[in-house]
C-alpha cells in the first residue's frame, strides 16, 4: 500500500529524488509542470468560458424548470416539467392564462430549412469547387466574388434580399417581366417564405463549401485522376465514382458548419419578417425571442433555447467523437 501511494505521489507530483541521491520537495517539482508553470495562460480562458459559456448553459436549464416570467427573481425551490411537456403537447400552463401551441410546427419549418439549406449549399459549392479545380482563368477573382457573401452580416444579407424580392423593382421580378412572368409576391406569400430565405442562405454560404471542396480537391494527388482517365472514364464518371467519395471528411465538416448557421437563421428572418413571420416561415429561435421578450415568458424562451441547444448537440456530437475516434483531438 506504501509503494502504492508513493507511485502515485511521484507520477501527479514528480519524483522526490535527486540525481544525486538527494531529495527534493514535492512542492518544487509540481511548480515544475507544464501544466502549472502555464496556468496564468490557459487558466483565465478556461474559467472565463466556464462561467460565460457552461455556465450560462447550466443556468438556462434551471431557468426552463421554473414559472419565471421576468418579474422579480426566478424560484428554484420546485423546479417541473411543465415548460416541456406545454411545448410538445401544448395547452394552458399554470404561468399564463393563455393557450400554447406545441413547437412542433416551428421545430418542422427549422429542420426543413438546414435540410434544404444544407443539401443544396453542399451540392452548388461542390459544383463551384469542381470548375474552379479545372484551372480556368481568372481563378482567384471568382474565388473572391463566391466567397464574399459570406463576410456579410444576416443582417445585411436579409435586407439586400428584400430589395430583390421586391415585387414592383426588383432585379428578380424585372428578369420574370422580360419573359411575360409575374410580378410574383414573394415575401408576403406564405408558400414562398421559407423558400426565400433558404434561397438567400444559399447564396450566402455556398461559397463557403466551394473553398472547403477546393482544398479537399487540391489534396487529392493527380495519380488518381490520371490513372481513371487511362480507365477510360468520363469526367463525370471519374469524378462521381473516384473523387467524390474522397471527399467525405470535408463534406461531413462542411455539413456541421452549415447546419449550425441554419439553427442561427434568427436575425435573417427577424430582418425580413419581424417577431411574426407566419406559420410557414416561423423557426425555433424566433419564436424563442418573440416568447421571451414579447410575452415576458422568459422560462418557456429557456426551454425552447434548450431545445435548440439540444438539436446543435445532435450534429455537433457525432461529429466531435467522429474526430476523437480517429485522433484528431
Known amino acids: 500500500m506504501r509503494n502504492f501511494i508513493t507511485r502515485l505521489r511521484n507520477r501527479w507530483f514528480g519524483s522526490d529524488v535527486r540525481t544525486d541521491g538527494g531529495e527534493v520537495s514535492s512542492q518544487r517539482s509540481l511548480l515544475r509542470r507544464d501544466s502549472i508553470r502555464s496556468a496564468p495562460f490557459w487558466l483565465p480562458p478556461f474559467l472565463l468560458v466556464g462561467l460565460f459559456v457552461y455556465g450560462a448553459v447550466t443556468w438556462n436549464v434551471l431557468l426552463s424548470l421554473t414559472d419565471f416570467t421576468g418579474l422579480g427573481s426566478p424560484d428554484y425551490s420546485s423546479l417541473d416539467l411543465e415548460n416541456y411537456v406545454v411545448a410538445f403537447k401544448g395547452g394552458t400552463p399554470t404561468w399564463s392564462d ?22 443544396i449549399c453542399l451540392a452548388l459549392g461542390l459544383l463551384l469547387a469542381i470548375l474552379v479545380d479545372r484551372n480556368i482563368r481568372f481563378e482567384n477573382t471568382l474565388r473572391t466574388i463566391y466567397l464574399l457573401p459570406m463576410s456579410l452580416s444576416f443582417v445585411v444579407t436579409a435586407k439586400f434580399w428584400l430589395y430583390m424580392y421586391n415585387p414592383d423593382t426588383g432585379v428578380i421580378n424585372v428578369a420574370l417581366g422580360m419573359f411575360g412572368i409575374g410580378p410574383i409576391e414573394i415575401v408576403q406569400n406564405p408558400e414562398l417564405k421559407l423558400w426565400a430565405v433558404a434561397f438567400a442562405l444559399i447564396w450566402q454560404y455556398s461559397g463557403y463549401a466551394m473553398i472547403v471542396y477546393l482544398a479537399a480537391l487540391r489534396g487529392i494527388p493527380s495519380s488518381h485522376f490520371e490513372a481513371a482517365r487511362v480507365d477510360g472514364a468520363s469526367t463525370v464518371r471519374m469524378y462521381w465514382r473516384v473523387i467524390v467519395p474522397q471527399l467525405r471528411t470535408a463534406t461531413v465538416s462542411a455539413l456541421v458548419v452549415i ?11 427577424y430582418s425580413m419578417y419581424g417577431y411574426q413571420p407566419g406559420p410557414s416561415a416561423d423557426i425555433l429561435a424566433t419564436r424563442m425571442i418573440r ?15 434548450v ?18 475516434r480517429r485522433g484528431d483531438l
Open 259 to 269: 447546419m449550425v448557421f441554419a439553427l442561427k437563421a434568427f436575425d435573417f428572418l
Open 98 to 119: 393563455l393557450t400554447i401551441d406545441p413547437v412542433w410546427n416551428s421545430a418542422t419549418n427549422t429542420v426543413l430549412l438546414m435540410i434544404v439549406f444544407s443539401v
Open 291 to 305: 416568447v421571451a421578450y414579447e410575452n415576458q415568458n422568459w422560462a418557456y424562451g429557456s426551454t425552447i433555447a
Open 307 to 324: 431545445i435548440l441547444f439540444v438539436m446543435a448537440l445532435f450534429i455537433v456530437a457525432p461529429y466531435v467523437y467522429s474526430q476523437y
